[in-house]
């Protein structure tokens, strides 16, 4: 079936640093991408969003990347602050659904 | 601008009993959809109500069931209980749909099964 998946459940970062997160999509009919971001006891906030046309979208501090070739999307975060840490979903659009990966734990350390 | 609105926030039910979640969505949005949240599976969808009609429907058993009003408030019902069904459920909602634009969410309603 369809999936979405992150190829690490866990990073951890300096703060300063840049952070990237990746995530590959299976459905070669998806076009449309989104990246949330999910602090413990709040639900999934919106971070960026990308379509199939672009390759490349960025918001502030936030740059995500998407390569259709290989199904697969990475969301790069500059000069990482604590408040970055969190956990991190990707999700793909199939049909009237997203599917959403399993998240990526982002730990900023001093 | 208010954001999605989920109540309660916390449900503590038994086996076999059946609950009731309520999502008021931002003003103006007319698609609002349902997810549960595990630790083990993730996000999952529930179903989309796009004004007053459900246009999606994920992989649940049919004790889980949903209904949109005309004001776009949606409720999602779980009959009968299950220990699995312990998990935090979240609604979104977004102008027209879930497929090409942002979804936002509310904070969830966190529902324990003893």
């Known amino acids: 079936g369809e999936s979405v998946g992150l190829h690490l459940p866990t990073l951890s970062v300096q703060e300063g640093d840049n952070s990237i997160i990746n995530c590959a999509y299976s459905?070669?009919?998806?076009?449309?991408f989104i990246w949330y971001k999910q602090e413990s006891g709040k639900g999934p906030q919106f971070i960026i969003d990308?379509?199939?046309?672009?390759d490349k979208r960025q918001g502030q501090r936030v740059t995500v990347l998407l390569n259709k070739t290989v199904k697969h999307l990475s969301l790069q975060i500059a000069a990482t602050q604590p408040g970055d840490s969190a956990v991190y979903f990707c999700?793909?659009?199939?049909?009237?659904?997203?599917?959403f990966g399993k998240g990526t734990s982002l730990l900023v350390t001093p | 601008k208010a954001g999605v609105t989920q109540t309660p926030r916390y449900l503590i039910k038994t086996r076999g009993q059946q609950v009731t979640l309520s999502c008021s969505p931002i003003?103006?949005?007319?698609?609002v959809s349902w997810y549960q949240q595990t630790p083990g599976q993730g996000l999952q969808f529930l179903f989309e109500?796009?004004?007053?009609?459900?246009?999606n429907k994920g992989n649940f058993p049919g004790r889980f069931s949903g209904r949109q009003f005309s004001n776009s408030r949606s409720e999602m019902n779980v009959s009968t209980l299950e220990l699995g069904d312990s998990a935090l459920y979240l609604c979104?909602?977004?102008?027209?749909?879930?497929?090409?634009?942002?979804?936002?969410f509310g904070d969830g309603t966190r529902l324990s099964i003893l």
């Open positions: 999700a793909a659009n199939s049909g009237y659904a997203l599917n």
């Open positions: 109500y796009f004004s007053e009609t459900q246009r």
């Open positions: 979104a909602s977004s102008l027209l749909g879930v497929s090409n634009q942002p979804q936002h």
């Open positions: 459905n070669s009919a998806s076009d449309y």
């Open positions: 990308i379509r199939s046309n672009m």
């Open positions: 003003s103006g949005h007319r698609s």
